[in-house]
């Protein structure tokens, strides 16, 4: 894969990536960087495909195959493909949060002298809230977290909590999902539009949304 000298180049690292992912934020977010913003977008995983959404939905964004030399360790094999790629890349992104995330957005600052950039998604719900970090891991979080430019979550309650309890011992910044219409067509005025029900967000516990549709 060639990367492009003159953009700068966005990576969001989801090993587990599917076509469906690439409709979803974690393609959403690098295609529309791509789209409106010039970046050399890219999704890094395991899978080689098939992707039919990059030929349609998110024409433009590319992937990248991160390779699974060391069995079992999803940590490593980021490594190494950060590594291999280490020179070409501006900014890395990661969803969910967890120390070695933590770790690998540190090794990619400092291996870069400081250029590279890092961002990581929660993607959160309210369970994210009775996360408690302890003892060594606590400091390591602390000491580390602070080479992650960006965190954020989706709904405001959870990153006002979160600041409140200071859980990661940095600021988090509220970036909600948004919806994008790129195959939806504009309604002319004043012409008669269908009754249509979108819901984006969480919704906990799962059979709401049926118990939801039904009230409809």
């Known amino acids: 894969m060639m990367f492009s000298k003159k953009k700068k180049t966005f990576v969001t690292i989801f090993p587990n990536c599917e076509n469906i992912h690439l409709i979803k934020d974690v393609g959403m977010i690098p295609y529309l960087l791509y789209k409106n913003h010039h970046y050399d977008s890219y999704i890094a995983g395991y899978s080689d495909g098939p992707f039919p959404y990059l030929e349609s939905d998110v024409r433009g964004l590319k992937t990248l195959k991160i390779k699974k030399i060391f069995s079992g360790n999803e940590t490593l094999n980021i490594l190494f493909f950060l590594l291999l790629h280490l020179r070409k890349i501006d900014v890395i992104n990661f969803y969910h949060f967890s120390l070695q995330k933590v770790l690998l957005c540190f090794i990619f600052k400092v291996l870069t002298f400081g250029r590279g950039k890092s961002y990581i998604k929660l993607d959160a719900n309210d369970s994210i809230l009775d996360q408690e970090y302890t003892g060594l891991k606590r400091k390591l979080i602390g000491h580390l977290v602070k080479y992650v430019d960006i965190i954020s979550a989706e709904i405001e309650s959870i990153v006002n909590a979160l600041n409140e309890k200071n859980i990661f011992g940095k600021e988090v910044f509220l970036i909600s999902n948004g919806f994008y219409s790129q195959n939806i067509p504009d309604v002319p005025y004043g012409k008669k539009k269908k009754d249509v029900l979108l ?15 039904k009230d409809f």
């Open 199 to 213: 819901f984006q967000g969480w919704m906990i516990p799962e059979n709401l949304i049926s118990r939801l549709l």
